[in-house]
């Protein structure tokens, strides 16, 4: 480990012990309830206005130990929420202000821009019929492969493959290969990119 590896590993401890009070009541609530959110919520709603560096490192702390195989090595931006626990955000992922993240598995070195939206898919209040229904709620998780890059703005409800680029305000529905720019409302890939842009 590089002494700046380590003395960012030693920060991140710092910020798992200021936010444990959080962490702890998060972690019951996962013990007693599989469904229920509202404790996670909370503690994820208070850490998002904490500011600049100090506060990165707040978010990143609690998202670490309170959602699935997520990194301590993540940026989560200013304003930016993880609404559900099911969430994974691989290392060196990160995100810029006011994101709102659903069920999503999140790969690593994606860099998300500010206000993009990731709900957890694009059915998630139809029944089996594909009716309208407010008795229950289909939770899809959406994938965003390795090195992708999401413009801000965007709305992504399917899943984007390795190495790819969706341009700014962009509303992704239908899953999009490895090596491509995807623009558009509803998105379309508009060209392919190089293999070495995902190096």
Not at 139 to 145: K, Y
Request: charged share 15%.
């Amino acid at each position: 480990m590089t002494p700046r590896r380590l003395i960012k590993f030693g920060v991140h401890l710092v910020a798992v012990v200021i936010v444990s009070p959080f962490i702890v009541l998060a972690l019951i609530e996962r013990m007693l309830s599989k469904k229920c959110e509202i404790v996670f919520a909370i503690g994820a709603q208070a850490l998002a206005p904490a500011p600049g560096l100090p506060g990165a490192f707040l978010r990143a702390a609690y998202y670490w130990a309170t959602t699935r195989n997520t990194s301590w090595e993540i940026h989560v931006g200013f304003g930016s929420v993880l609404v559900h626990r099911a969430v994974t955000l691989r290392a060196h992922a990160s995100m810029g202000a006011y994101c709102v993240i659903g069920h999503a598995d999140i790969g690593e070195q994606v860099m998300l821009g500010s206000r993009v939206s990731i709900p957890s898919g694009k059915r998630q209040h139809l029944d089996d019929a594909g009716g309208l229904t407010t008795e229950t709620t289909h939770f899809d998780t959406v994938r965003i492969g390795r090195a992708t890059w999401v413009g801000e703005g965007a709305i992504i409800m399917a899943d984007l493959g390795s190495g790819s680029i969706v341009s700014s305000g962009s509303v992704v529905i239908h899953a999009a290969p490895d090596q491509v720019i995807v623009a558009g409302n509803p998105a379309r890939v508009i060209r392919e990119l190089p293999v070495s842009a995902a190096k």
